[in-house]
């Protein structure tokens, strides 16, 4: 005669503690990868900013290849995050402050190495570096007056990062093309100025 072996029954409070509690520490970890993966991206533009001063310093006008390469993945690798960032509801105020405030150094490490190209103007090089940073701050504020953020042209990020792109890879194949690099600064601190004003503009007009 066989017995039967009774199984303790399932203690479904305590694995509905422990769920509870690894959604808390994920919650409470988000933040903070969200931080790494962001300070990661920033150092990576500040290295990179680095290593196209160093080969312009020495006169090596192929460290201006690099420019255009690195514009591309980075803007690939922002649209890759804020994509799975919104498909994963992994969205925060935190990650929000970091996205913005990042993007400003990044991009200040990217544009500051144009100071070293030959003739170029070091007051509209650090015209353009304000300006860019300017131009992102009138896109947030549009929030603030309760509209969205405004991402109006002609030269918002991804514009600059085309435009910039472009011209070092010009510069690089025609050097005698960068005679006309300040014409080409002073034309872009213009489309900046006017970027600006069209933010502000329309980040204060009532929202339909």
Known sequence: MMMSVKTAPPKPRANHERVRLKIQISSLAAPFGAAFGLARHQCQSIVMGLLISLCLFYGWLWGLLLLPIFLFV???????????????AQQSALGGYLNELTDVVSDAALHLPLLLLPDSSSFLVW????????????????????NSRRYDGPMGKSDRALWLGLLAMIWFAFPQTLAYSNLVFLILNLALTYTIYRRVRNGLRPQE
């Open 74 to 88: 980075r803007m690939a690798m922002n649209a890759i995050d804020g994509m799975l960032a919104r498909e994963h």
């Open 127 to 146: 015209l353009l570096v304000l300006q860019a940073a300017l131009s992102e701050f009138a896109g947030v504020l549009g929030q603030v007056h309760g």
